[in-house]
């Protein structure tokens, strides 16, 4: 076969009209092999001619978008050393933008005997061709037609983020054709869209879309790799997800998703994991980057070499010193954004990415990276901020580019409504932006991505409904997921039939989406939340790729009114300036809860301020604040002074119903009731120092409307 010289540049296989540039890094390799594979499985090797600074490159003429191929890597497979290379094992394309398949779980795919764990650490590589039993990258046409795409940019202060499942937000969905459920296109399907924008987001944040592999332990269990956090290609869009074949396809499949999505104003975050790989630990197979450089693309350990350095659960964790590593990290996002027009992303277990050595720093070298590139630092940048590791935990500690998953948010929501009382303080906080965490390094309440659930954890439905996690469908004897819920059941555990305990998790269930929507900071859905979806109880579906993960679309009566409770919410956010400030409020908990600026206050429900024995009052379980519309706030970005309505909301979590009383005059002179979430809402006008009755484990949220000041903008 004829092949010129090429490139060093870019890495991966870049397509020009006329023929392929193939270039991949290994500076352990003593040669490098392209192996180009036909229908048949027939192979054909060819040796990359050159090497520049460690990358082998090759220009093959006439070959097309479509071609299937890997590398073989001859080169020092001594493990005790940190070397692992075995040409007898078929590689991916670390920068591959498409790959077909998934790995068989044989010894094919294994450098060592299976069953011998001792010869994983050292020994003669096993010489069984992986070929036929892995997977395999794909050349990717790089045309496509975006025609007048633009993204749609949403301001943090406005952002509603949806977390969703590409299949199982889909999979069962009745007015989406059936050939297209559970795919890109069928999150791009009209019925789809027409839910997110009824609903109200502004972004949806797909859980992990870079190709990821199919665990064996799990396919021998008779399960499947769910959720996705397992990846082996950093640049392509995973296989299952597309309709129409996985040649390239998937690459346009993905691309016609984001532009419908855009078409409806609606940004595309991507849960990226980019903190380990799915090759595991000395026991895993050799798919990609173990077999191409093991020790300069993994973080190895101990007096051999022969383990892998592991704070993210999963058996290995990227070596983010390496400048390969941050590199092809660098260059993956970029990917991402200026070819895929993505628009932002959620990095799982951040804190793995900042650990540049031992301990987390949260200046190392990935995050400076970030920081200056042009492309990359415009775009959302989300932190889950914590990993297994020593210091992992890291809510409030990342740099002010920044936002973070709160989970200290999450936590305090949590116990308020499941009545474990404590410190109201730290309540008031996180519904106010939890400035705390976040103003000491210069950032805003947007720093805070609000959430009571998400993917790892129970729904919202099955927040209120158990007590313990009922997992045993994982194979795990039901011991695997958290164990610390901050759930309660509401007096059973589990389906039931009693209207009370019905009625009473319905209620909890608004009081917690109300919550969310109404606090400061940037609120994070998890989909179908907003129509009661359960899992019956398994609070780690992972493995779960069926109904017990797929949200359902029968909706009930009691699921049709929660979807639409949500909706009315999404608009009372989006209508009111108020409950999306862009700074922090001048008073706060720590404070008194008073203001110079008169933007907030808080009371008892005697419509006494609160002082500093009620913020300690551990038995306290009530609270009401006060939120001025009309004071000052930041201009917006055309300059423009944002005023608009005061609100009243009161908060009860005890088992009784409490009487709160509408505080003096100089609050607010005329008091409409905007939201309950116990009962319907009455029409009637309120006036200061009226009572007002808020039931058992319920919230009120009253507003006062004002009259626009001259030039001010409502």
Not at 21 to 50: H, I, K, M, W
Not at 574 to 584: A, E, I, K, T
Not at 622 to 645: C, H, K, T, Y
Request: glycine content about 10%; charged content about 20%; some cysteine.
């Amino acid at each position: 076969m004829e092949i010129w010289p090429g490139r060093p540049y870019p890495l991966g296989a870049t397509y020009d009209g006329t023929g392929v540039n193939f270039a991949v890094f290994s500076q352990a390799a003593d040669c490098v092999e392209l192996c180009l594979v036909g229908d048949d499985l027939v192979e054909t090797r060819v040796e990359l001619p050159e090497v520049d600074a460690f990358v082998w490159h090759g220009y093959v003429p006439y070959l097309h978008p479509g071609q299937r191929y890997g590398f073989r890597v001859h080169g020092p497979y001594e493990p005790a050393r940190g070397h692992r290379c075995n040409a007898a094992k078929l590689l991916l394309d670390p920068y591959a933008k498409a790959i077909m398949g998934q790995p068989d779980n044989t010894q094919a795919i294994f450098s060592y005997p299976l069953g011998d764990h001792r010869a994983a650490l050292g020994g003669e590589p096993e010489p069984t061709d992986s070929l036929g039993h892995t997977m395999l990258s794909v050349v990717t046409n790089p045309f496509f037609d975006w025609g007048d795409d633009r993204p749609p940019r949403h301001e943090y202060h406005e952002s509603v983020i949806y977390e969703a499942h590409v299949k199982g937000l889909t999979r069962l969905h009745p007015d989406i054709p059936e050939p297209i459920r559970g795919t890109y296109a069928g999150l791009a399907h009209p019925a789809m869209i027409e839910h997110l924008t009824a609903l109200g987001v502004t972004a949806i944040e797909l859980m992990p879309v870079h190709q990821f592999v199919q665990d064996g332990f799990l396919r021998d269990r008779g399960l499947r790799n769910y959720w996705g956090y397992n990846t082996i290609g950093f640049l392509a869009p995973h296989n299952e997800y597309c309709s129409s074949g996985q040649l390239g396809q998937q690459v346009l499949e993905f691309k016609g998703m984001v532009k419908a999505l855009h078409a409806a104003d609606i940004e595309v975050i991507l849960d990226v994991v980019y903190n380990h790989t799915a090759e595991g630990n000395e026991l895993g197979p050799t798919l990609a980057f173990r077999g191409l450089d093991n020790d300069r693309y993994y973080r190895l350990v101990g007096d051999s070499l022969a383990h892998y350095y592991d704070t993210t659960g999963t058996g290995n964790s990227l070596l983010m010193r390496s400048p390969h590593v941050l590199q092809l990290i660098m260059d993956s996002l970029r990917y991402w954004v200026g070819e895929m027009h993505v628009d932002g992303f959620r990095f799982d277990l951040a804190a793995t990415l900042a650990r540049q050595f031992h301990e987390v720093d949260k200046l190392s070298a990935f995050f400076d990276l970030i920081q200056q590139d042009p492309v990359v630092s415009p775009v959302k940048l989300i932190a889950e901020p914590w990993d297994l590791g020593s210091g992992g935990y890291q809510v409030g500690g990342f740099p002010p580019l920044w936002t973070e998953w709160n989970g200290k948010y999450r936590d305090a929501v949590r116990d308020f409504w499941r009545g474990a009382g404590g410190e109201l303080g730290e309540f008031a906080s996180r519904l106010t932006g939890s400035s705390d965490l976040y103003e000491h390094t210069g950032r805003k309440p947007i720093a805070s991505i609000n959430f009571v659930t998400a993917h790892d954890g129970f729904t919202l439905r099955d927040l209120v409904s158990f007590d313990e996690r009922h997992n045993e469908a994982n194979g795990d004897g039901g011991q695997d997921g958290e164990s610390h819920n901050r759930s309660w059941n509401c007096g059973v555990e589990g389906p039931t039939d009693d209207p009370d305990v019905l009625a009473l998790r319905a209620r909890q269930q608004r009081n917690l989406l109300a919550t969310l929507l109404l606090s400061q900071g940037v609120p994070m859905i998890s989909h179908g939340d907003e129509l009661g979806r359960s899992q019956l109880g398994n609070n780690n579906g992972y493995c779960q790729d069926n109904e017990i993960t797929w949200v359902d679309w029968a909706l009930d009566d009691e699921q049709q009114a929660l979807l639409e409770f949500a909706r009315c919410l999404l608009r009372l956010r989006r209508d009111n300036p108020v409950f999306r400030r862009r700074r922090f409020f001048a008073g706060s908990a720590d404070h008194g809860g008073e203001s110079d600026m008169g933007d907030i206050a808080w009371f008892m429900p005697n419509a006494q301020h609160m002082d500093e024995e009620g913020w300690r009052n551990g038995l306290a379980k009530s609270l009401m604040v006060f939120l001025n519309g009309g004071a000052i706030q930041e201009p917006d970005p055309r300059g423009r002074q944002i005023l608009g309505d005061s609100f009243l909301i009161m908060f009860n979590a005890h088992a009784e119903p409490i009487a709160f009383t509408i505080p003096a005059e100089e609050w607010g002179r005329v008091w409409v009731p905007e939201l309950n979430t116990a009962r319907e809402m009455t029409a009637e006008q309120l006036e200061p120092d009226w009572i007002v009755e808020v039931e058992a484990r319920s919230m009120v949220v009253l507003r006062c409307p004002r009259e626009p000041a001259e030039g001010a903008t409502s």
